[in-house]
């Protein structure tokens, strides 16, 4: 897999597993790029189908800029796993004695660094176009960054799952959509309340004690979940 | 006792203890309801804010309840089986998810029903009861999916057990999610959370209601399972034995 | 013993006759899935003879 054939620290087990998913996606360009252009693209249905009024743009753009995010990051992270379990590496991590659940946290690293942050950089572009003042956009990104980190490690979860089933594409989204709820409604709904000029803090406070808590457990449990899915 | 215990982890001894169990889970149960039923229809007073459309709580509450102590139920015997390899009790959750799904389905189903005369439409997504039971439902709807879409048994058991942990540790934050957004923009909610604070007339023939339903789900969860065990021990001899000698 | 549930009636039986059947339901299923697992085991049983 890679050149470090002694026992590695668990850091740099991460370091090296996230290293090697970049250097694939910088090598495969429209695995980063394509789920960028469909979040915009979804975006772009609504005021298509409802109509280009202003107001109403600016009511829902919040919540529609959230739900072609979180659609997004379904979309890409139907391959989290997907090349891995093709080509064999993912047998090679199951044996490797950098522990798993290592493993899995530098994947979702390097997917959240080539699928959610990627989001949180774009997202202001196409808030423009549904007139969204700045001082909300900030607070979009802030929403994004934060939901994107859940995002991904959830997403890891249901991907580990999936991985190799057939259809396993809509049985992730219908795994990951019901957990991915409740930070659509404080992501979305947070930035809402700033249009409004209501106070952010608890819902900024509840997203980032969510990414906290599905990093304490969402490694140990996609773990579990490849060695399931692979023995 | 504890040799009950043991024993009951035993498929054999389980597929027998639970057939006897049967009827006394069962007849309390349907007195129960009964008893509910009657009360909460026509010995209760009427509540003076909602009329008598609020009796449907008899029926709403209840299959809340127990949707919620389905899915626990699912998920605590997934974890068990998960972490200590037994299997009977990755049979129980797998019994647990379509009832888990079916309370759901009366929860939301009643809820809508009793919303209809209370705010003038069939679904209000500002109340926080009926927002997490969908939410909950598609939990059950993918965790069925899941165990649908591997085919070994074990591995099956295994990987649902997984996503059950997970969407159990997500339960509690889905329902604080929807009612701290209720809370904040005062939302109608189907019922004014000062529970105890109900006349005991009402009360008791809800909290009647609840432990009958407990009962009933006790009862059909034990079908379920002896049917699981049956057919996950079909080549074993136990039960060549059981049904040459046609037994039940 | 108001049975019209003072107008809202409709509203009131649906919801019981719905919970009913929900459990009519779930007991009818839970023998069905019985039944036939149990016969499925005796046909191949009987067609295997004592293997």
């Given at each position: 897999?890679?050149?470090?054939?002694?026992?590695?620290?668990?850091?740099?087990?991460?370091?090296?597993?996230?290293?090697?998913?970049?250097?694939?996606?910088?090598k495969?360009?429209?695995?980063?790029?394509?789920?960028?252009?469909?979040f915009?693209?979804?975006?772009?249905?609504?005021?298509?189908?409802?109509?280009?009024?202003?107001?109403?743009?600016?009511?829902?753009?919040?919540?529609?800029l959230?739900?072609?995010?979180l659609?997004?990051?379904?979309?890409?992270?139907?391959?989290?796993?997907?090349?891995?379990y093709?080509?064999?590496?993912?047998?090679?991590?199951?044996?490797s004695?950098?522990?798993?659940?290592?493993?899995?946290?530098?994947k979702?690293?390097?997917?959240?660094?080539?699928?959610?942050?990627?989001?949180?950089?774009?997202?202001?572009?196409?808030?423009?176009?549904?007139?969204?003042?700045?001082?909300?956009?900030?607070?979009?990104?802030?929403?994004?960054?934060?939901?994107?980190?859940?995002?991904?490690?959830?997403?890891?979860?249901?991907?580990?799952?999936?991985?190799?089933?057939?259809?396993?594409?809509?049985?992730?989204?219908?795994?990951?959509?019901?957990?991915?709820?409740?930070?659509?409604?404080?992501?979305?709904?947070?930035?809402?309340?700033?249009?409004?000029?209501?106070?952010?803090?608890?819902?900024?406070?509840?997203?980032?004690?969510?990414?906290?808590?599905?990093?304490?457990?969402?490694?140990?449990?996609?773990?579990?979940?490849?060695?399931?899915?692979?023995? | 006792?504890?040799?009950?215990?043991?024993?009951?982890?035993?498929?054999?001894?389980?597929?027998?203890?639970?057939?006897?169990?049967?009827?006394?889970?069962y007849?309390?149960?349907?007195?129960?309801?009964?008893?509910?039923?009657?009360?909460?229809?026509f010995?209760?007073p009427?509540?003076?804010?909602?009329?008598?459309?609020?009796?449907?709580?008899?029926?709403?509450?209840?299959s809340?309840?127990?949707?919620?102590?389905?899915?626990m139920?699912?998920?605590?015997?997934?974890?068990?089986?998960?972490?200590?390899?037994?299997?009977?009790?990755?049979?129980?959750?797998?019994?647990?998810?379509?009832l888990?799904?079916?309370?759901?389905?009366?929860?939301?189903?009643?809820?809508?029903?009793?919303?209809?005369?209370?705010?003038?439409?069939?679904?209000?997504w500002?109340?926080?009861?009926?927002?997490?039971?969908?939410i909950?439902?598609?939990?059950?709807?993918?965790?069925?999916?899941?165990?649908?879409?591997?085919?070994?048994?074990?591995?099956?058991?295994?990987?649902?057990?997984?996503?059950?942990?997970?969407?159990?540790v997500?339960?509690?934050?889905?329902?604080?999610?929807?009612?701290?957004?209720?809370?904040?923009?005062?939302?109608?909610?189907?019922?004014?959370?000062?529970?105890?604070?109900?006349?005991?007339?009402?009360?008791?023939?809800?909290?009647?209601?609840?432990?009958g339903?407990?009962?009933?789900?006790?009862?059909?969860?034990?079908?379920?399972?002896?049917?699981?065990?049956?057919?996950?021990?079909?080549?074993t001899?136990?039960?060549?034995?059981?049904v040459?000698?046609?037994?039940? | 013993?108001?049975?019209?549930?003072?107008?809202?009636?409709?509203?009131?039986?649906?919801?019981?006759?719905?919970?009913?059947?929900?459990?009519?339901?779930?007991?009818?299923?839970?023998?069905?899935?019985?039944?036939?697992?149990?016969?499925?085991?005796?046909?191949?049983?009987?067609?295997?003879?004592?293997?």
């Open positions: 897999m890679s050149g470090e054939d002694e026992s590695v620290g668990m850091f740099s087990g991460i370091a090296g597993i996230a290293r090697r998913d970049l250097l694939l996606a910088w495969r360009p429209g695995d980063v790029l394509n789920p960028l252009f469909f915009a693209m979804v975006a772009a249905l609504f005021p298509l189908a409802v109509g280009p009024s202003p107001e109403q743009l600016k009511l829902s753009g919040p919540a529609v959230w739900v072609a995010a659609l997004s990051m379904l979309l890409s992270l139907n391959s989290l796993f997907l090349s891995d093709e080509d064999g590496s993912l047998d090679q991590m199951l044996v004695p950098i522990p798993l659940s290592a493993l899995a946290l530098g979702t690293l390097a997917h959240w660094l080539t699928s959610g942050l990627p989001l949180v950089v774009v997202s202001p572009v196409v808030a423009i176009t549904f007139q969204m003042p700045f001082s909300v956009t900030g607070y979009l990104m802030l929403t994004l960054l934060l939901g994107t980190i859940s995002l991904s490690l959830l997403g890891s979860v249901g991907a580990a799952l999936t991985v190799g089933l057939h259809r396993g594409t809509a049985l992730l989204s219908l795994l990951i959509l019901p957990l991915a709820m409740p930070i659509l409604i404080f992501g979305a709904r947070t930035v809402s309340l700033v249009a409004s000029g209501d106070g952010v803090a608890g819902g900024l406070y509840f997203l980032a004690a969510y990414a906290v808590l599905t990093l304490s457990f969402a490694p140990f449990a996609t773990a579990a979940a490849l060695r399931i899915s692979n023995e | 006792m504890w040799k009950f215990i043991h024993q009951l982890a035993s498929p054999p001894h389980f597929y027998r203890i639970a057939q006897i169990l049967l009827p006394w889970l007849v309390p149960g349907l007195l129960l309801i009964g008893y509910g039923t009657y009360a909460g229809l010995l209760a009427m509540d003076y804010q909602q009329g008598d459309a609020f009796r449907i709580i008899y029926v709403h509450v209840p809340a309840y127990l949707s919620m102590l389905a899915y139920t699912m998920a605590v015997s997934a974890g068990i089986g998960l972490i200590w390899r037994i299997k009977l009790s990755h049979a129980v959750a797998a019994a647990a998810a379509p888990g799904a079916w309370f759901t389905f009366l929860a939301l189903a009643t809820g809508s029903i009793w919303g209809k005369p209370m705010w003038g439409t069939w679904w209000e500002g109340d926080p009861r009926l927002t997490s039971e969908l909950m439902l598609f939990l059950y709807f993918g965790y069925m999916a899941l165990r649908g879409a591997i085919d070994d048994t074990s591995k099956a058991d295994r990987a649902s057990a997984v996503l059950a942990l997970v969407g159990a997500n339960v509690p934050i889905i329902h604080f999610s929807v009612e701290w957004w209720s809370s904040l923009h005062q939302g109608p909610t189907l019922i004014k959370e000062g529970g105890p604070a109900m006349d005991p007339g009402m009360l008791y023939p809800l909290l009647a209601m609840i432990l339903f407990t009962f009933i789900f006790g009862a059909l969860l034990l079908r379920r399972v002896r049917a699981e065990v049956l057919f996950r021990e079909r080549r001899r136990w039960v060549k034995n059981l040459l000698s046609g037994g039940n | 013993m108001d049975l019209s549930m003072g107008g809202y009636g409709a509203y009131v039986w649906t919801c019981f006759a719905l919970a009913g059947v929900v459990l009519v339901v779930c007991e009818w299923r839970a023998r069905l899935l019985q039944r036939r697992v149990y016969r499925d085991i005796e046909v191949r049983i009987k067609a295997l003879g004592d293997s």
